[in-house]
């Protein structure tokens, strides 16, 4: 018999069988433990739905209070003089897509809502779309135009932008510019006698005398149609197709289009590289040393020195696809620095860009450039230059010319109302106000008078600030600037300095154009000899500033825009204090 069914009901642990009485004494028992149980598990299931419902509610309000937190710090971060603004944006919005991943992922398994988009990465976006769009459309025209370079070169820029930094493409670049071929494609498509009708313009018998032949590039002989009549036999099968060749190298040298053509395209191209790889490309390069040669050589030609508006137009298209403005002032800002027409169109471009008054610094530097184009002066050379701008700007620029002391005043008036009459402007508009001779400052508002009193009445630092400001404002000369010093030279020596350090900033918050001017005449004469005594006085008043208070603002400003205006000021006068390390 088998041995498990030789084993008794004990051995396997099976209890008796309970008898019909037994269950119906306990069935009621039963069935209220059941109940019991039932209803424990309905509550169970009513709080843990509960507690879902909680828990997802947490998670979506963690969510999106995490994507309002992260929408304010792009915002705030977007407005921060910073080089990597949009580096710093990416990965916030990175961040917070992880952050709805996770959140998501505990509730529902995956992140149905839209993402946060702020607006420095949609504009992103949308200007690499155009800087996109823009590329066919000159690889055509460069096609078109018979450039000399490789049509599935040019294609190949299309699908894929990066190409054009591969050392192939910037080789043929570089010959394009420059009216070079390789050597190889010569010797390959010709033959290596044809080599006669060319110059090496690579191998330097003393700097570079055993170049690497894949490096080696050519030029026309000079006397090209010489060498094809004394060596009629040479590549004489491909004789038609040689000379076709040196014909587009001549005329790409000359053709205006073409090179417009490629200037285009390369800054489009150079832009893009940097939006897509702005981990790795420094700003510093690319918008001071990369792209302003590009604009100078679009807007400067040597075939006329007037202003071309064309020319302008076509470069404030490009500068449009710059997202910062301060990068686009920096391209700006970066040609042009030598005299000439570089330098018109670039002070033509940056005014076109923005206002400025007659007594701004680049408003005087237009001025002067204008007045030295010639050695007398001609209307016709401003109304050049000036019908390129709107008339607000027309109007500062006369207004600054009449004003600026470069010309008699019998000389300038009558130039800036004959401008003024080409241009139709009113001549009550451009026209410099002149006051009666010994006329009183009206209830001595702005007067210097009016601003030592307020010294004396202890009147607060701000109101000192706002009246020098205004007074300067009014009129701005050396005596006006000397009369300002003498002022605050006369006072405590901590209204100086407090004064000193309320100046560049006006109540919005931006840049007085006037304060650097200032701030640099009163450090200059602060340290001259002769005023040794405000120095001594100053110097004192900041040593005491010193030894109570190490870290105080005034003191630290005061160091810090004295260091501005005049770094060996600001040594000196550290060193006299004892401040070390500034």
């Known amino acids: 018999m088998d041995e498990y069914a030789c084993m008794s009901p004990t051995e396997n642990g099976i209890s008796p069988v309970a008898s019909m009485d037994e269950i119906q004494k306990s069935w009621h028992d039963l069935t209220l433990r059941v109940e019991q149980l039932e209803t424990g598990n309905s509550a169970l299931e009513h709080e843990n739905k509960s507690l879902r419902q909680l828990l997802e509610r947490a998670i979506e309000h963690r969510k999106k209070s995490h994507a309002d937190l992260v929408n304010l710090l792009t915002t705030l971060v977007s407005k921060l003089p910073l080089n990597d603004v949009g580096v710093i944006v990416s990965r916030l919005v990175e961040h917070n897509v992880q952050v709805g991943d996770v959140c998501a992922a505990l509730v529902h398994g995956k992140n149905d809502d839209a993402m946060l988009q702020p607006a420095i990465l949609k504009t992103l976006d949308k200007t690499k779309r155009e800087l996109n769009a823009a590329i066919p459309p000159l690889v055509e025209e460069l096609i078109r135009l018979d450039a000399p370079l490789e049509a599935a070169m040019l294609q190949g820029l299309i699908t894929s932008p990066e190409s054009f930094f591969t050392p192939t493409v910037v080789r043929a ?23 006669v009708f060319f110059k090496d313009l690579t191998t330097d018998p003393k700097f570079n005398p055993r170049p690497k032949l894949a490096e080696v590039l050519l030029g026309f002989a000079p006397d090209f149609e010489g060498l094809l009549q004394q060596h009629p036999n040479v590549c004489a099968a491909r004789r038609t197709e040689l000379v076709a060749l040196h014909e587009r190298i001549r005329q790409s040298r000359t053709a205006r289009a073409q090179k417009n053509a490629f200037l285009k395209l390369s800054f489009v191209l150079e832009l893009l590289h ?66 000439g027409l570089a330098k018109t169109q670039r002070l033509i471009l940056t005014f076109r860009a923005a206002s400025f008054n007659e007594h701004d610094p680049l408003t005087a530097e237009f001025v002067r450039h204008l007045l030295a184009l010639e050695k007398i002066p001609r209307a016709e050379t401003f109304i050049t230059v000036l019908r390129l701008l709107a008339a607000d700007r ?143 006085k100053v110097v004192q008043a900041l040593k005491n500033l010193f030894k109570v208070k190490a870290d105080s603002p005034a003191l630290i400003n005061f160091l810090a825009l004295v260091k501005w205006v005049d770094p060996e000021a600001a040594e000196k006068i550290s060193r006299d204090i004892g401040v070390t390390g500034h």
């Not at 403005?325 to 800002?333: K, L």
Request: a negative charge; hydrophobic letters at 40%; proline letters at 6%.
């Open 173 to 195: 670049s570089r010959c394009f510019v420059k009216g070079q071929i390789p050597r190889e494609k010569i010797v390959k498509e010709y033959g290596e006698e044809s080599l």
């Open 394 to 536: 027309q109007k500062v620029l006369i207004r600054a010319m009449i004003n600026s002391g470069k010309l008699r005043k019998e000389e300038a008036e009558p130039l800036g109302k004959a401008i003024a009459k080409q241009l139709g402007l009113p001549e009550s508009e451009i026209t410099p106000k002149v006051e009666a001779a010994g006329a009183p400052d009206p209830a001595g508002a702005t007067g210097w008078a009016h601003i030592r009193t307020l010294i004396s009445n202890r009147a607060t630092p701000n109101e000192v600030t706002a009246a020098i400001r205004d007074r300067l404002h009014a009129k701005f000369d050396d005596d006006e600037v000397k009369q300002s010093w003498l002022t605050l030279a006369e006072s405590d020596p901590m209204v100086f300095v407090r004064v000193f350090c309320l100046l560049p900033y006006l109540p919005d918050g931006q840049t007085d154009p006037f304060a650097r001017a200032v701030l640099e005449s009163f450090s200059n004469r602060l340290t001259h000899e002769k005023y040794a005594t405000t120095y001594t």
């Open 274 to 339: 940097y939006y897509e790889n702005q981990n790795t490309e420094s700003p510093d390069v690319v918008f001071a040393q990369r792209l302003p040669p590009l604009i100078e050589q679009i807007v400067v030609t040597s075939e006329s020195n007037i202003p071309d508006e064309k020319l302008i137009l076509q470069a404030e298209a490009l500068l449009a696809f710059i997202i910062s403005a301060d990068y686009r002032h920096a391209v700006i800002n970066n040609f042009g620095k030598a005299s």
